[in-house]
Nanobody, 126 residues
């Protein structure tokens, strides 16, 4: 079993930056693809960014492309999401997800991921 814990969320003004962290316990993440999803009130959970198990392939939702960077430290078992130029529409609960996925593309469907964190709130004030 993998336990994921997100941190780094908070309240930030539009145009500001945040760095989200995801740490794992219970099992190494080195063989897992990782992703960030988010869910705003009244909306479905959506893919934000993902990184494959080796860290060599990344993908982003169009809504955050150019403003966000996903990375991982396989030795530490941590995953990061750096978000810049934040907008009010980025307000959501952000979830870290892990999946034993070894495809050559980043999976953007939530059902592909096996383990989820509890989420961290990101609120962007305009």
């Amino acid at each position: 079993q993998v336990q994921l814990v997100e941190s780094g969320g908070g309240l930030v003004q539009a145009g500001g930056s945040l760095r989200l962290f995801c740490a794992a316990s219970g099992r190494t993440l080195s063989n897992y693809a990782m992703a960030w999803f988010r869910q705003a009130p009244g909306k479905e959970r959506e893919f934000v960014a993902g990184i494959n198990w080796t860290g060599s392939i990344v993908d982003y939702a169009d809504s955050v492309k150019g403003r966000s960077t996903v990375s991982r430290d396989r030795a530490k078992g941590t995953v990061y999401l750096q978000m810049n130029s934040l907008k009010a529409e980025d307000t959501a609960v952000y979830y870290c997800a892990a999946g034993l996925i070894h495809t050559l593309v980043v999976q953007t469907t939530a059902s592909k991921y096996d383990f989820w964190g509890q989420g961290t709130q990101v609120t962007v004030s305009s």
